[in-house]
Protein backbone atom coordinates (compact mmCIF):
# COMPACT_ATOMS: atom_id res chain seq x y z
CA UNK A 1 0.00 0.00 0.00
CA UNK A 2 1.65 3.62 -0.87
CA UNK A 3 1.93 6.29 2.39
CA UNK A 4 -1.32 7.18 3.94
CA UNK A 5 -2.30 10.36 2.92
CA UNK A 6 -1.84 12.96 5.96
CA UNK A 7 -5.44 14.68 6.45
CA UNK A 8 -6.07 18.25 8.42
CA UNK A 9 -9.69 18.56 9.29
CA UNK A 10 -11.28 22.09 10.13
CA UNK A 11 -14.60 22.01 11.53
CA UNK A 12 -15.47 18.82 13.46
CA UNK A 13 -19.31 19.97 14.24
CA UNK A 14 -22.92 17.97 12.30
CA UNK A 15 -20.81 17.41 8.57
CA UNK A 16 -17.44 16.95 10.26
CA UNK A 17 -18.20 14.21 12.72
CA UNK A 18 -20.17 11.98 10.24
CA UNK A 19 -16.78 12.41 8.20
CA UNK A 20 -14.54 11.46 10.92
CA UNK A 21 -16.52 8.31 11.26
CA UNK A 22 -16.42 7.12 7.52
CA UNK A 23 -12.81 7.83 7.94
CA UNK A 24 -12.64 5.98 10.55
CA UNK A 25 -14.05 2.75 9.03
CA UNK A 26 -11.46 -0.28 8.94
CA UNK A 27 -11.40 0.04 4.63
CA UNK A 28 -10.68 3.32 4.57
CA UNK A 29 -8.28 3.88 7.90
CA UNK A 30 -5.34 2.52 6.68
CA UNK A 31 -5.19 4.84 3.44
CA UNK A 32 -5.15 7.87 6.14
CA UNK A 33 -3.30 9.71 8.96
CA UNK A 34 -5.40 12.03 10.84
CA UNK A 35 -2.80 14.66 11.31
CA UNK A 36 -4.89 17.63 12.65
CA UNK A 37 -8.36 19.13 14.21
CA UNK A 38 -10.02 22.07 14.91
CA UNK A 39 -13.02 23.62 16.03
CA UNK A 40 -13.75 27.13 16.17
CA UNK A 41 -12.12 27.46 19.46
CA UNK A 42 -8.95 24.79 20.18
CA UNK A 43 -7.05 22.77 18.07
CA UNK A 44 -4.83 19.70 18.00
CA UNK A 45 -1.50 19.10 15.66
CA UNK A 46 0.18 15.50 15.09
CA UNK A 47 2.83 14.92 12.33
CA UNK A 48 2.57 11.28 13.62
CA UNK A 49 -1.59 11.22 14.17
CA UNK A 50 -4.36 12.25 16.35
CA UNK A 51 -8.00 11.46 17.19
CA UNK A 52 -11.05 13.24 17.90
CA UNK A 53 -11.06 12.52 21.56
CA UNK A 54 -7.69 14.77 22.37
CA UNK A 55 -9.53 18.14 20.61
CA UNK A 56 -11.73 17.96 23.87
CA UNK A 57 -8.46 18.51 25.98
CA UNK A 58 -6.30 20.51 23.60
CA UNK A 59 -5.15 24.17 24.46
CA UNK A 60 -3.82 25.96 21.42
CA UNK A 61 -6.30 28.07 19.52
CA UNK A 62 -6.71 27.89 15.89
CA UNK A 63 -4.54 29.63 13.26
CA UNK A 64 -4.58 29.38 9.34
CA UNK A 65 -1.07 30.39 9.44
CA UNK A 66 0.31 27.86 12.09
CA UNK A 67 -1.05 25.40 9.93
CA UNK A 68 0.12 26.37 6.71
CA UNK A 69 3.37 26.58 8.02
CA UNK A 70 2.71 22.97 9.86
CA UNK A 71 1.19 21.16 6.89
CA UNK A 72 3.93 22.84 4.33
CA UNK A 73 6.76 20.32 5.23
CA UNK A 74 4.53 17.33 5.18
CA UNK A 75 3.63 18.49 1.44
CA UNK A 76 7.18 18.08 -0.17
CA UNK A 77 7.42 14.50 1.19
CA UNK A 78 3.61 12.92 0.98
CA UNK A 79 0.15 13.76 -0.36
CA UNK A 80 -1.36 16.37 2.14
CA UNK A 81 -5.23 17.21 2.04
CA UNK A 82 -7.36 19.84 3.84
CA UNK A 83 -10.74 19.30 4.84
CA UNK A 84 -13.03 22.31 5.59
CA UNK A 85 -15.90 21.34 7.06
CA UNK A 86 -16.65 24.98 8.39
CA UNK A 87 -18.83 27.46 6.39
CA UNK A 88 -16.17 29.91 7.74
CA UNK A 89 -15.14 32.55 4.94
CA UNK A 90 -11.56 33.09 6.89
CA UNK A 91 -11.45 29.44 5.59
CA UNK A 92 -12.06 29.27 2.48
CA UNK A 93 -10.03 32.49 1.90
CA UNK A 94 -6.55 30.47 2.87
CA UNK A 95 -7.42 27.71 -0.12
CA UNK A 96 -5.14 29.59 -2.33
CA UNK A 97 -2.18 29.23 0.01
CA UNK A 98 -2.76 25.71 1.04
CA UNK A 99 -3.45 25.21 -2.56
CA UNK A 100 0.34 27.19 -4.09
CA UNK A 101 2.03 24.45 -1.08
CA UNK A 102 0.79 21.36 -2.53
CA UNK A 103 -2.04 20.78 0.14
CA UNK A 104 -4.83 19.62 -1.65
CA UNK A 105 -8.46 21.31 -0.48
CA UNK A 106 -11.66 18.58 -0.21
CA UNK A 107 -14.40 20.66 1.45
CA UNK A 108 -18.73 21.07 1.53
CA UNK A 109 -18.26 24.83 2.25
CA UNK A 110 -19.43 26.89 -0.43
CA UNK A 111 -17.48 30.45 0.52
CA UNK A 112 -14.75 29.75 -1.48
CA UNK A 113 -16.68 28.85 -5.02
CA UNK A 114 -19.90 31.20 -5.11
CA UNK A 115 -18.15 34.16 -3.54
CA UNK A 116 -16.18 37.10 -5.47
CA UNK A 117 -14.69 36.09 -8.55
CA UNK A 118 -11.12 36.65 -8.19
CA UNK A 119 -11.22 34.34 -5.54
CA UNK A 120 -13.03 31.99 -7.30
CA UNK A 121 -9.87 32.54 -10.28
CA UNK A 122 -6.88 32.50 -7.50
CA UNK A 123 -8.18 28.98 -6.96
CA UNK A 124 -8.60 27.55 -10.03
CA UNK A 125 -5.06 29.22 -10.61
CA UNK A 126 -3.33 27.85 -7.59
CA UNK A 127 -4.23 24.08 -8.64
CA UNK A 128 -2.60 24.49 -12.31
CA UNK A 129 0.27 26.19 -10.77
CA UNK A 130 1.23 22.91 -8.51
CA UNK A 131 0.69 19.25 -7.67
CA UNK A 132 -2.79 20.04 -5.39
CA UNK A 133 -6.29 20.01 -6.19
CA UNK A 134 -9.56 21.50 -4.56
CA UNK A 135 -12.65 19.62 -4.73
CA UNK A 136 -16.49 19.99 -3.58
CA UNK A 137 -18.75 17.41 -4.67
CA UNK A 138 -20.63 17.76 -1.32
CA UNK A 139 -20.97 21.93 -2.08
CA UNK A 140 -24.22 20.80 -4.40
CA UNK A 141 -26.72 18.33 -3.54
CA UNK A 142 -24.20 16.38 -0.68
CA UNK A 143 -23.69 13.17 -1.58
CA UNK A 144 -25.51 13.48 -4.93
CA UNK A 145 -23.33 13.32 -8.20
CA UNK A 146 -23.84 16.62 -9.02
CA UNK A 147 -20.36 18.53 -9.62
CA UNK A 148 -18.76 16.11 -11.16
CA UNK A 149 -21.60 15.26 -13.37
CA UNK A 150 -21.35 18.61 -14.50
CA UNK A 151 -17.39 18.45 -14.98
CA UNK A 152 -18.26 15.19 -16.70
CA UNK A 153 -20.66 17.23 -19.34
CA UNK A 154 -17.76 19.83 -20.11
CA UNK A 155 -14.94 18.15 -20.12
CA UNK A 156 -16.04 15.12 -22.83
CA UNK A 157 -17.46 18.68 -24.96
CA UNK A 158 -21.19 18.50 -24.48
CA UNK A 159 -22.89 21.85 -24.36
CA UNK A 160 -25.27 22.77 -21.27
CA UNK A 161 -28.51 24.35 -22.48
CA UNK A 162 -30.49 24.82 -19.16
CA UNK A 163 -29.88 23.70 -15.17
CA UNK A 164 -32.84 23.60 -13.07
CA UNK A 165 -34.20 22.07 -9.93
CA UNK A 166 -34.40 21.77 -6.10
CA UNK A 167 -31.68 22.58 -4.79
CA UNK A 168 -32.09 22.99 -1.02
CA UNK A 169 -32.29 20.11 1.34
CA UNK A 170 -33.76 22.54 3.87
CA UNK A 171 -36.50 24.41 1.13
CA UNK A 172 -37.45 20.97 -0.29
CA UNK A 173 -37.91 19.68 3.29
CA UNK A 174 -39.92 22.57 4.43
CA UNK A 175 -42.38 22.64 1.23
CA UNK A 176 -42.52 19.20 0.91
CA UNK A 177 -43.87 18.76 4.43
CA UNK A 178 -45.30 22.48 4.50
CA UNK A 179 -47.05 22.25 1.23
CA UNK A 180 -47.84 18.77 0.14
CA UNK A 181 -49.53 17.64 -3.11
CA UNK A 182 -52.30 15.76 -1.24
CA UNK A 183 -53.02 17.02 2.53
CA UNK A 184 -56.08 14.90 4.17
CA UNK A 185 -57.18 18.26 5.70
CA UNK A 186 -55.51 21.61 5.36
CA UNK A 187 -55.49 21.49 9.50
CA UNK A 188 -52.99 18.74 9.66
CA UNK A 189 -50.51 20.30 8.05
CA UNK A 190 -47.61 22.10 10.38
CA UNK A 191 -47.10 25.60 10.40
CA UNK A 192 -44.34 27.17 8.62
CA UNK A 193 -42.12 28.25 11.42
CA UNK A 194 -42.57 24.85 13.23
CA UNK A 195 -41.46 23.02 9.71
CA UNK A 196 -37.88 25.00 9.64
CA UNK A 197 -37.80 24.30 13.24
CA UNK A 198 -38.25 20.66 12.66
CA UNK A 199 -35.44 20.80 9.51
CA UNK A 200 -32.91 22.24 11.57
CA UNK A 201 -33.15 19.66 13.96
CA UNK A 202 -32.68 16.61 11.12
CA UNK A 203 -29.11 19.04 9.98
CA UNK A 204 -30.59 20.12 6.96
CA UNK A 205 -30.40 23.90 7.44
CA UNK A 206 -27.02 25.96 7.24
CA UNK A 207 -25.19 26.80 10.66
CA UNK A 208 -28.06 29.87 10.37
CA UNK A 209 -31.58 28.92 8.79
CA UNK A 210 -31.86 32.46 7.76
CA UNK A 211 -29.02 31.31 5.30
CA UNK A 212 -31.53 28.88 3.49
CA UNK A 213 -34.42 30.84 3.90
CA UNK A 214 -33.05 34.10 2.19
CA UNK A 215 -32.21 32.07 -0.79
CA UNK A 216 -28.72 32.67 -0.40
CA UNK A 217 -27.45 29.16 -0.21
CA UNK A 218 -29.24 28.19 -3.31
CA UNK A 219 -27.59 31.37 -5.32
CA UNK A 220 -24.27 29.83 -3.98
CA UNK A 221 -25.19 25.91 -5.38
CA UNK A 222 -26.26 27.98 -8.81
CA UNK A 223 -22.87 30.26 -8.61
CA UNK A 224 -20.55 26.89 -7.92
CA UNK A 225 -22.65 25.35 -11.60
CA UNK A 226 -22.70 28.39 -13.41
CA UNK A 227 -18.69 28.45 -13.07
CA UNK A 228 -18.51 25.35 -14.30
CA UNK A 229 -20.05 25.96 -17.34
CA UNK A 230 -17.51 27.89 -20.18
CA UNK A 231 -20.54 29.79 -21.39
CA UNK A 232 -21.51 31.20 -18.23
CA UNK A 233 -17.40 31.51 -16.30
CA UNK A 234 -17.76 35.38 -15.76
CA UNK A 235 -21.88 36.16 -15.54
CA UNK A 236 -21.43 36.44 -11.66
CA UNK A 237 -18.54 38.81 -10.73
CA UNK A 238 -19.79 38.64 -7.38
CA UNK A 239 -21.18 35.48 -6.85
CA UNK A 240 -23.86 34.38 -5.34
CA UNK A 241 -24.91 38.39 -4.33
CA UNK A 242 -25.10 38.73 -8.32
CA UNK A 243 -27.76 35.65 -8.77
CA UNK A 244 -31.40 37.36 -9.19
CA UNK A 245 -33.00 35.45 -5.93
CA UNK A 246 -36.15 35.45 -4.37
CA UNK A 247 -35.42 35.80 -0.60
CA UNK A 248 -38.12 33.71 2.13
CA UNK A 249 -37.00 35.54 5.47
CA UNK A 250 -39.28 38.22 6.53
CA UNK A 251 -38.89 41.90 6.96
CA UNK A 252 -37.54 42.69 10.25
CA UNK A 253 -35.87 39.39 10.51
CA UNK A 254 -32.90 39.70 8.14
CA UNK A 255 -30.56 41.16 11.26
CA UNK A 256 -31.37 38.36 13.37
CA UNK A 257 -27.75 37.17 14.49
CA UNK A 258 -28.63 33.79 15.75
CA UNK A 259 -30.13 31.07 14.72
CA UNK A 260 -32.59 30.49 17.53
CA UNK A 261 -33.55 34.12 17.89
CA UNK A 262 -34.04 33.80 14.13
CA UNK A 263 -36.93 30.90 14.69
CA UNK A 264 -38.19 32.57 17.84
CA UNK A 265 -39.37 35.37 15.54
CA UNK A 266 -40.47 33.59 12.72
CA UNK A 267 -43.70 32.52 14.65
CA UNK A 268 -45.02 35.86 14.28
CA UNK A 269 -44.80 35.06 10.86
CA UNK A 270 -47.16 31.95 9.95
CA UNK A 271 -50.50 33.35 8.77
CA UNK A 272 -48.31 34.78 5.44
CA UNK A 273 -46.83 31.43 4.87
CA UNK A 274 -49.83 29.73 5.43
CA UNK A 275 -51.68 32.02 3.09
CA UNK A 276 -49.30 31.58 0.34
CA UNK A 277 -50.33 27.76 0.97
CA UNK A 278 -53.82 28.26 1.06
CA UNK A 279 -53.71 30.22 -2.19
CA UNK A 280 -51.60 27.54 -4.56
CA UNK A 281 -53.79 24.70 -3.32
CA UNK A 282 -57.00 26.20 -4.06
CA UNK A 283 -55.67 26.28 -7.77
CA UNK A 284 -54.82 22.63 -7.50
CA UNK A 285 -50.41 23.65 -6.77
CA UNK A 286 -47.67 23.05 -4.20
CA UNK A 287 -45.40 25.65 -3.31
CA UNK A 288 -41.43 24.98 -4.14
CA UNK A 289 -37.85 26.67 -4.46
CA UNK A 290 -36.43 26.07 -7.47
CA UNK A 291 -33.28 27.81 -9.18
CA UNK A 292 -32.37 28.08 -12.71
CA UNK A 293 -29.57 28.23 -14.92
CA UNK A 294 -30.55 29.12 -18.59
CA UNK A 295 -27.24 28.81 -20.69
CA UNK A 296 -28.38 31.01 -23.62
CA UNK A 297 -30.28 33.75 -21.85
CA UNK A 298 -27.19 34.13 -19.43
CA UNK A 299 -30.12 33.98 -16.50
CA UNK A 300 -29.16 32.69 -13.27
CA UNK A 301 -32.29 32.76 -10.57
CA UNK A 302 -34.08 31.32 -7.46
CA UNK A 303 -37.62 32.28 -6.51
CA UNK A 304 -40.87 29.98 -4.85
CA UNK A 305 -42.71 29.17 -7.72
CA UNK A 306 -45.98 27.35 -7.96
CA UNK A 307 -46.57 23.47 -9.64
CA UNK A 308 -49.51 21.65 -10.37
CA UNK A 309 -50.08 18.92 -7.64
CA UNK A 310 -49.46 16.58 -10.62
CA UNK A 311 -45.54 17.95 -10.98
CA UNK A 312 -42.54 15.67 -10.33
CA UNK A 313 -41.40 18.27 -8.15
CA UNK A 314 -45.09 17.91 -6.42
CA UNK A 315 -44.85 14.31 -6.04
CA UNK A 316 -41.84 12.15 -6.62
CA UNK A 317 -39.42 14.90 -4.10
CA UNK A 318 -39.41 14.18 0.04
CA UNK A 319 -37.61 14.52 2.92
CA UNK A 320 -34.24 16.89 2.15
CA UNK A 321 -34.35 15.46 -1.56
CA UNK A 322 -32.58 17.82 -4.51
CA UNK A 323 -33.71 17.02 -7.90
CA UNK A 324 -31.49 18.39 -10.54
CA UNK A 325 -32.37 18.05 -14.40
CA UNK A 326 -29.19 18.98 -16.98
CA UNK A 327 -30.58 19.80 -20.38
CA UNK A 328 -27.68 19.32 -22.66
CA UNK A 329 -26.91 19.09 -26.41
CA UNK A 330 -26.59 15.24 -25.77
CA UNK A 331 -29.58 15.25 -22.81
CA UNK A 332 -32.42 16.67 -24.91
CA UNK A 333 -34.93 16.59 -25.25
CA UNK A 334 -35.31 14.18 -22.61
CA UNK A 335 -32.75 15.76 -19.27
CA UNK A 336 -30.10 14.35 -17.26
CA UNK A 337 -31.93 13.48 -13.86
CA UNK A 338 -29.94 13.56 -10.44
CA UNK A 339 -32.31 13.01 -7.35
CA UNK A 340 -32.32 11.98 -4.13
CA UNK A 341 -31.19 13.44 -0.34
CA UNK A 342 -29.79 16.77 -0.73
CA UNK A 343 -28.97 17.60 3.25
CA UNK A 344 -27.81 15.72 6.40
CA UNK A 345 -24.81 14.78 7.80
CA UNK A 346 -23.96 11.33 6.48
CA UNK A 347 -25.06 12.04 3.33
CA UNK A 348 -22.72 15.69 2.79
CA UNK A 349 -19.67 13.35 4.68
CA UNK A 350 -19.83 10.78 1.61
CA UNK A 351 -19.72 13.48 -0.70
CA UNK A 352 -16.40 14.94 0.95
CA UNK A 353 -15.02 11.40 1.86
CA UNK A 354 -15.45 10.53 -1.88
CA UNK A 355 -13.98 13.44 -3.14
CA UNK A 356 -10.64 12.90 -0.56
CA UNK A 357 -10.70 8.88 -2.19
CA UNK A 358 -10.47 10.39 -5.71
CA UNK A 359 -6.94 11.89 -3.94
CA UNK A 360 -5.85 8.33 -2.74
CA UNK A 361 -3.20 6.19 -4.80
N1 LIG B 1 -25.62 20.09 6.88
C1 LIG B 1 -25.75 19.76 5.60
O1 LIG B 1 -26.66 19.03 5.20
C2 LIG B 1 -24.78 20.27 4.61
C3 LIG B 1 -23.77 21.12 4.97
N2 LIG B 1 -22.90 21.58 4.05
C4 LIG B 1 -21.85 22.48 4.48
O2 LIG B 1 -21.04 21.80 5.43
C5 LIG B 1 -20.41 22.76 6.25
C6 LIG B 1 -20.55 22.35 7.71
O3 LIG B 1 -21.92 22.31 8.04
P1 LIG B 1 -22.39 21.72 9.46
O4 LIG B 1 -21.51 20.58 9.85
O5 LIG B 1 -23.85 21.51 9.33
O6 LIG B 1 -22.07 22.96 10.44
P2 LIG B 1 -21.82 22.94 12.02
O7 LIG B 1 -22.18 24.30 12.50
O8 LIG B 1 -22.47 21.74 12.64
O9 LIG B 1 -20.25 22.72 12.17
C7 LIG B 1 -19.32 23.71 11.83
C8 LIG B 1 -17.97 23.38 12.47
O10 LIG B 1 -17.03 24.34 12.00
C9 LIG B 1 -16.34 24.89 13.13
N3 LIG B 1 -15.91 26.24 12.77
C10 LIG B 1 -16.68 27.31 12.45
N4 LIG B 1 -15.91 28.37 12.14
C11 LIG B 1 -14.63 27.96 12.28
C12 LIG B 1 -13.37 28.58 12.09
N5 LIG B 1 -13.28 29.87 11.71
N6 LIG B 1 -12.25 27.86 12.32
C13 LIG B 1 -12.32 26.56 12.71
N7 LIG B 1 -13.49 25.91 12.89
C14 LIG B 1 -14.63 26.61 12.67
C15 LIG B 1 -17.34 24.84 14.26
O11 LIG B 1 -16.66 24.91 15.50
P3 LIG B 1 -17.46 25.03 16.92
O12 LIG B 1 -17.96 23.65 17.17
O13 LIG B 1 -16.41 25.48 17.87
O14 LIG B 1 -18.56 26.04 16.68
C16 LIG B 1 -17.95 23.46 13.99
O15 LIG B 1 -17.08 22.44 14.46
C17 LIG B 1 -21.05 24.12 5.90
O16 LIG B 1 -20.20 24.81 5.01
C18 LIG B 1 -22.33 23.72 5.18
O17 LIG B 1 -22.74 24.68 4.22
C19 LIG B 1 -22.96 21.22 2.73
C20 LIG B 1 -23.90 20.36 2.30
C21 LIG B 1 -24.93 19.84 3.19
N1 LIG C 1 -28.47 23.96 4.07
C1 LIG C 1 -28.17 23.26 2.86
C2 LIG C 1 -27.25 22.13 3.18
C3 LIG C 1 -26.61 21.58 1.97
O1 LIG C 1 -25.98 22.26 1.19
C4 LIG C 1 -29.43 22.71 2.25
O2 LIG C 1 -30.43 22.73 2.95
O3 LIG C 1 -29.42 22.29 1.09
NA1 LIG D 1 -22.87 16.72 -4.63
Known sequence: MSQPVSVAVIGVGLVGGAFLRQLALPALAPHFRLVYLSSSTRCIFNAAGTQLSALASATDAPSIDALLTRLTPLATTGKVVLVDNTSAQAVANAYPHFLK??????????????????????????????????????????????????????????KVIRIEGVLSGTLSYIFNTFSPPSPSSS????????????AREKGYTEPHPGDDLD??????????????????????????????????????????K??????????????????????????????????????????????????????????????SDNILSFTTQRYSPRPLLVQGAGAGADVTAMGVMGDLLKLVG
Not at 101 to 110: D, L
Not at 145 to 156: G, S
Not at 187 to 198: E, G
Open 215 to 256: GSDVARKLTILSRIVPELADVLPQGYASVDVQSLVPKGLEGC
Open 258 to 319: TGDEFLEKLVAHDAEYAKLREEAAKEGMVLRYVGVIDVERRVVKASLEKYPATHPFATSLGG
Open 187 to 198: SDLPSFSQTVRV
Open 101 to 158: AGVSVVTPNKKAFSGELGLYKEIVQAQTEGKSRALGEATVGAGLPVVQTLKDIVATGD
